[in-house]
């Protein structure tokens, strides 16, 4: 079977389905290509903090309504160390600008929802998808349907099948470079029916590893504690890991941490990483198909949408007025910024994390803490914090 459309998409994260919304906006036809079940895509328990930018993105463009509502608006976080909690006032530092928790998953549902109702078209469960001729100007995917295999010609593929997608493996060797570092740990967390013990997100640094406290709603909290990076998850039982985040998040005596039913339990890999360029011929990468973030800084999805923001204007331009000029600066514009974010989220985890192997040594942790302090005390350098944070400018 053969079918055709302007833009086809691989992959039906936030990066597929937020460039499919807004092609769809501009009047670009795209078919989304999703090798996953819609229930699966819907439920799967990942990120859930969204810059100012994201927040602005998604209410311009009509998908914010249900985010208005559930959505909980936070003005500040606060960071944990040596005993003591220390705030980072991001609205007061920034000129007004907060952040969101609103879980991903729930983002997935409201852009799913919107394609939908626009007649647009995702193919869940598509099999086997592979990419082909997008060295020439008309590339094509060919996907497993039931028993048929379907061939579809499109203008310009978008690869934005995550991190373990078929599109960037596909792009020739030599063609990439990668640049890529592996941290010594991991995350292990947990999503709880437990209220949140704050009312603000808590990054804190202990001597027994990082914690973080973040929520879902004001009855389900989301909790990560370092861990080994092959940590098997079945060697902690619920218990064990209340006792640990209660001991890292704790500050001062009095705090106690809101304890209740584990819903969901996993490991989350740290890993920075990224390809250059984003493109190869009729090809796009963007979200984590291009670049990956330790999650420290909350970054992965907020940049898989910083993305196709860009290559959104890069194609509309081109189907508009025929100018290419945007698709051929596609990587170099999205790359800057990704680095800045890859700075950021590096930094994060540097500053807030024990690296326990050889090369860490009294020095280090002394380092980490005159780090901690300096970015309390000094406006300048919480303020340096705080806009990134909230999210640079999007272009
Ligand atoms: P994805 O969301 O990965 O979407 C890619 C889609 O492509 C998926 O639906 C996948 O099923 C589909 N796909 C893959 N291969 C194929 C194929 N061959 N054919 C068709 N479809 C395919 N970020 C944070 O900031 N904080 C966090 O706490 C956090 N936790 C995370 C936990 C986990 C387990 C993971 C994996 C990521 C986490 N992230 C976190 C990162 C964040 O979720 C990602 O950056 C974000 O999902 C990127 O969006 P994306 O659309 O680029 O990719
Ligand atoms: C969440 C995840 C993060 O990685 C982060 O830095 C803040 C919040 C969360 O899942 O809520």
Known sequence: MNRRTQVGIV?????????????????????????????YVEERVRAGLLEQGTVNLLNETGV????????????????????RGHR???????????????????????LIAARLAAGGEIVFEAGDVSIHDFDGPTPKIRYRMDRSVVELSCDFIAGCD????????????GALTTYDRIYPFAWLGILA?????????????????FALHSMRSPEITRLYLQCAPDEDPGKW?????????????????????????VLQKGITEMRSFVVEPMQSGTLFLAGDAAHIVPPTGAKGLNLAV???????????????????????????????????????????????HRFGNENENAFDQRRQLAELDYVTSSRAAAQTLAENYVGLPME
Request: proline share 3%.
């Open 11 to 39: 992959g039906a994260g936030p990066a597929g389905l937020m460039l499919s919304h807004l092609l769809h906006l501009a009047g670009v036809d795209s078919v989304v290509l999703e090798a996953r079940s819609r229930k």
């Open 64 to 83: 914010g309504e249900r985010m208005k509502r559930l959505g909980l608006v936070h003005h500040g976080i606060e960071l944990r160390f040596g005993g």
């Open 88 to 110: 980072i006032d991001l609205s007061g530092l920034t000129g007004g600008s907060t952040v969101t928790i609103y879980a991903q998953h729930e983002v997935i549902k409201d």
């Open 162 to 173: 995550g991190f373990r997608g078929i599109c960037r493996p596909t792009i020739p060797a």
């Open 193 to 209: 029916e437990a209220r949140p013990s704050s009312d603000e997100l808590i990054y804190a640094y202990h001597e027994r590893g």
């Open 237 to 261: 039982p619920d218990e064990k890991i209340w006792d640990e985040l209660q001991l890292r998040l704790a500050a001062g005596a009095g705090w106690k941490l809101n304890r209740g039913v």
């Open 306 to 352: 910083a993305d196709v923001r860009v290559l959104a204007r890069a194609l509309t331009d081109y189907y508009a007025n025929g100018n290419r000029e945007l698709l051929t600066k596609y990587s170099e514009i999205c790359l800057r910024r990704v680095w800045k974010v890859q700075r950021f989220s590096w930094w994060m985890t540097s500053m807030l």
